[in-house]
């Protein structure tokens, strides 16, 4: 059964850092574009940054473009986004996510995480 577990959210101060993993199981990681989704209270779900299998290439939403970065380690099957320079707006529940392809991930990604919740505080 695939399943995908987030690690590292918590509360930091406006202005900090935040480093989240996620670690994918029971489908073939390496083989995914992987990336993350937020949800803020009641506000919907929405696409924060992804990483394709392979070339590994970088996608970001122009909210967080310059401040996120993306990463993966194949080896380990594990996602990590390193957040900086954190905003008020940042607050949300992030999810890990894993798509057959870029497409798909932006679209209908194939599996969820259960998400982790990020508090920015002023």
């Known amino acids: 059964q695939a399943q995908l577990v987030e690690s590292g959210g918590g509360s930091v101060q406006v202005g900090g850092a935040l480093n989240l993993t996620c670690t994918g199981s029971?489908?073939?990681?390496?083989?995914?574009?992987l990336g993350w989704y937020r949800q803020a209270p009641g506000q919907q779900r929405e696409f924060v940054a992804a990483?394709?299998?392979?070339?590994?290439?970088?996608d970001y939403a122009a909210s967080v473009k310059g401040r996120f970065i993306i990463s993966r380690d194949d080896a380990k099957k594990s996602l990590y986004l390193r957040m900086s320079s954190l905003r008020s707006e940042d607050a949300a529940v992030y999810f890990c996510?894993?798509?057959?392809?870029?497409?798909?991930?932006?679209?209908?990604?194939?599996?969820w995480g259960q998400g982790t919740r990020v508090s920015v505080s002023s």
């Open positions: 996510v894993a798509g057959a392809n870029s497409r798909i991930l932006r679209t209908a990604p194939n599996y």
């Open positions: 029971g489908f073939t990681v390496e083989n995914y574009a």
């Open positions: 990483i394709s299998a392979g070339l590994e290439i970088a």
